[in-house]
């Protein structure tokens, strides 16, 4: 009769925990920064893109990218939209964690942000590095389309995998 009782509480657990997303600021600089509507709309952007990640949410995932977004990506390869798309699709895009820490936020022309700093991540399944954690260097352009920010290019350059 217990088990009965608990075993839907400890699924509902299981199920709930493993996804997570966050990110903080570096320095009192960047967290100044961050009180700038356009950047606060860019970093919202970046944590729904990372949220999307991270829960296998294809559409949000390919809807964050202008239609031209270029990605430097972590397997060393320029990579347009359709490339990290389908990246996503085939599960060479997966992790449990995803935490940013953000070294640089500034806005750039008038409809551009930057945000440049680490990630450390936990990639899963096909993921290059599956179960390790790993440490990269980003570098982010977000741009404002009429109201909706979008990811236009990206670095990602892993430095440590262990």
């Known amino acids: 009769m217990r088990l009965a009782f608990a075993l839907p509480i400890l699924l509902c657990v299981l199920t709930a925990a493993p996804a ?7 320095t009192p600089a960047v967290e100044d920064a961050t009180k700038q509507p356009r950047i606060a709309a ?3 952007a970046a944590m729904r893109f990372d949220q999307a990640i991270l829960t296998h949410d294809a559409t949000v995932f ?21 490339d990290a798309v389908a990246n996503f699709a085939t599960g060479l895009i ?23 700093g680490e990630e450390h991540l936990t990639p899963v399944g ?17 741009t404002d389309e009429s109201g909706e920010w979008k990811l236009a290019l990206r670095q990602a350059t892993i430095y440590s995998a262990e």
């Not at 390919?62 to 359709?82: L, Y």
Request: hydrophobic letters at 40%; a positive charge.
């Open 126 to 142: 096909k993921a290059k590095f599956a179960g390790k954690q790993v440490k990269r260097r980003t570098t982010e352009i977000w």
């Open 62 to 82: 390919a809807d964050t990218f202008t239609d031209d977004a270029v990605v430097n990506n972590p397997f060393n390869r320029i990579a347009r939209k359709p």
């Open 20 to 26: 997570h997303a966050g990110w903080k600021a570096a």
């Open 42 to 44: 860019a970093i919202d």
């Open 94 to 116: 997966d992790y449990t964690t995803l935490d940013r820490v953000i070294e640089y936020a500034a806005t750039r022309g008038a409809h551009d942000v930057v945000l440049m």
